[in-house]
């Protein structure tokens, strides 16, 4: 099919590829050869007839997500190396064999040179969430690949990603288990216990990604009052209350969430007196708390998905973040994220400057925070770091 099928370049469109990035975008096709469906692999050539790279074909604004940029035959072998390169690099980083933490990200997209595809690791289930058509078609191979290299480190393969696949694609997947079964939903984080929900859960059922940011609010937690908005599972909390928080409040719009928040809480601290949780609008909550907490974190759900609504997510983030900065306590500490790959880390620090002038409040960076190295960026592919923090010291 890679034979048969290729895509020809606009002159002066090749640049990118030449410098490695995974994205060939629609508007930069000059013309496509042979019939092409959605998911299919493709050839992409320079107007000059080069060679540039083969990926999976998809409809949208990124039309094709390159595997590899040498002329090969993606087959089991060339997915074995690839997933052999991802588990190599989590076992160098002390994830497989860590005695307080069983939960990672083992397949990062771009980042692991698998673009469309993410793998989180729960205690022995791997969950795949596919983002592209060529991803899914190939799901059954994949699965063999895992079992063959993470061996018995591998009980179970769960598909999620029936709100993954692009839509204008009409396939339909089903969520269920591809290998093995496991009801073994609990897991290690830091010796902390999650229950994770990959099932009904958000994302693949956790944010792993914030596990090191979690840990920074333990060491700055002791003796402050702690408020946790979008607070999903609860796991901010559940950090500053092991580092000695005098008063957590964990706030999520879902009801379900809190009453996750409320388990994950019992299974680490029973009966703590220190923890509340409330189901209510993040923004309608940070109205009026008048100063009553110094430490706040605000780490809400990607305002922005699309390029579209951009301006818009940007607004939201500098709203939230005045509303911080005019209601923390003297002296307080403010954690703020954003997890759109379509903020820019400048634009999201913008965002944030601007609220903090509009409230009027010194303020200082103590520091800016990323995602953790399960959650590698591919240095040829910006886009691949998605997460943006702030931690800020506010007088």
Known sequence: MAEKT?????????????????????????????????????????????????????IGSIAVRIISFTEIEPNYDFWKSKIESAWELRKKMGFVEHSETNVFRLIHAEGDGMPGLIVDYYNGTAVMQMHSIGMYFIREELVKVMKDVLGDHLKAVYNKSAKTLPFKAEIESEDGF???????????????????????????????????????????????????MFCYTGGFSFYAMKGGAKLVHSVDASAKAI?????????????????????????????????????????????????????????????????????IRSGGILF?????????????????????????????????LTQPVDHPVNIYHPESEYLKGLVLYVE
Do not use: M
């Not at 990604?209 to 700055?220: A, C, F, I, S, T």
């Not at 109205?287 to 009553?292: E, H, L, T, V």
């Not at 907490?293 to 390029?307: E, G």
């Not at 579209?308 to 940007?314: G, R, T, V």
């Open 6 to 58: 290729r895509i020809v370049l606009k002159s002066g469109k090749d640049q990118s590829l030449k410098r490695f990035h995974p994205w060939v975008f629609s508007g930069a096709i000059k013309k496509i050869y042979g019939n092409l469906n959605e998911g299919d692999l493709v050839s992409v050539y320079s107007n000059k007839d080069e060679f540039l790279g083969i990926g999976h074909y998809q």
């Open 178 to 228: 591809l290998f093995g079964e496991s009801n073994e939903t609990e897991v290690l984080e830091y010796g902390l216990k999650f229950k994770v929900d990959w099932e009904a859960g958000q994302k693949t059922g956790f944010f792993i990604d914030q596990r090191e940011n979690r840990l920074l609010v333990q060491k700055y937690a002791e003796g402050r009052e702690v408020l946790n």
């Open 259 to 327: 009453d996750l928040t409320k388990e994950n809480v019992e299974l680490n601290f029973p009966e703590d007196s220190r923890h509340d949780a409330f189901a209510a609008d993040a923004f309608e909550y940070l109205k009026d708390i008048q100063n009553k907490y110094d430490l706040i974190i605000l780490d809400p759900p990607a305002f922005a998905k699309h390029r579209n609504s951009l301006h818009q997510a940007l607004q939201g983030y500098k709203r939230i973040n005045t509303r911080a900065f005019e209601q």
């Open 336 to 368: 703020t994220f954003s997890c759109s790959q379509v903020v820019s880390k400048d634009r999201f620090r913008e965002a944030v400057f601007s609220a903090a002038a509009i409230s009027g409040r010194k303020v200082r960076i103590l520091h800016q």
